[in-house]
């Protein structure tokens, strides 16, 4: 059975406060040339704190892990209401989550003009962490090893979210990525989408040094042929792969791991579909590399 890992976002789309200054100037969040945040626009840690949990999701199932959420629901962080903390809990108990990672961005002083607190630190809970030290430790090992920030440490608090007695849980962890109350943070970090990206892979990367599963990177290729005998996680990367690449018309396949018939017969219709009438002579147990590359590649029929 896989890990499971619930993925909070902190706050709701509209919670008092929990948002920064007034920016100087206007932001271009995803590169796309088009400013998403106006000049003297305070922008909200929600937003923030769902770009990163949506691409943090991506790694984790990526890397074979089960999830799920708290706190926000699709990639759309502009119309989570602020669920209670304690529902937060309750859900995640009933889930059998085996662990529970909380994302924020932090704050210092009066809300309405910026200060030079910076710098990255991960919460355990200050009586019931359970196995969280060792799982913060090795995150925060990751986050500080990326974009240089201040390296605040681990920190024990009694915070709702990093209760692992009341969540049912093995470890629960409390990230908060950059403080949105510096202009630098705030502005080159929190209102950055690479930046999301790059935390989610550091946490990723340092759930699974803690867990011991072998890390996926996003352009990751498998370098062995496919077959029904293949390690799961590949099993999945090719069962993703083909969702994208065959026609609208077709049922998608449930990326499981397991290939059964369905992942056969998607693979033989990939090869028909690129006018690979040799392979047809094959069961479509096997996907070679020829086919991993053209799939890496994103070749459509």
């Known amino acids: 059975m896989a890990i499971k890992i619930n993925v909070d976002a902190g706050h709701g789309s509209n919670t008092a406060g929990k948002r920064t200054p007034p920016m100087p100037q206007a932001i271009d969040i995803n590169g796309d040339s088009e400013n998403d ?18 691409f943090l999701v991506k790694e984790l199932e990526r890397c074979g892990f089960d999830t799920m959420r ?21 859900a995640i108990a009933k889930a059998g989550c085996d662990y ?59 915070l709702a979210m990093c209760n692992g007695n009341n969540m049912d849980v093995k470890a629960a962890i409390l990230c908060e990525l950059a403080f949105m109350t510096n202009l630098r943070e705030a502005t080159e970090l929190m209102a950055n989408e690479g930046f999301w990206e790059e935390c989610a892979q550091e946490i990723c990367r340092g759930v699974c040094e803690y867990t011991g ?36 018309w077709l049922p998608r396949l449930e990326v499981d791991g397991n290939y059964g018939s369905k992942t056969r017969i998607a693979t033989l219709i990939y ?31």
């Open 213 to 248: 599963i072998m890390y996926i990177p996003k352009d990751y290729i498998p370098e062995k042929a496919i077959t029904p005998e293949s390690d799961p996680r590949d099993i999945m990367w090719a069962q993703k792969k083909l969702n994208t690449a065959l026609p609208d």
């Open 100 to 158: 529970s990672i909380s994302i924020h961005f932090n704050a210092f002083g009066d809300g309405k003009t910026f200060n030079s607190a910076e710098g990255v630190e991960v919460y355990i809970h200050n009586q019931y962490a359970g196995q969280s030290k060792k799982l913060a430790e090795a995150v925060l090992n990751h986050l500080v090893g990326g974009t240089k920030q201040k390296d605040r440490g681990v920190m024990p608090a009694s």
């Open 70 to 90: 708290t706190g926000w629901d699709d990639d759309n962080a502009y119309d989570d209401p602020d669920q209670a903390l304690s529902d937060r809990q309750r």
């Open 37 to 54: 945040i106006i000049k003297g626009e305070q922008y909200r840690e929600h937003y923030a704190n769902v770009g990163v949990a949506n």
């Open 271 to 301: 090869w028909d579909g690129l006018g690979w009438g040799r392979h047809m002579q094959d069961d479509g147990t096997k996907i070679g590399k020829s086919t991993r590359e053209a799939l890496a590649a994103g070749r459509n029929q």
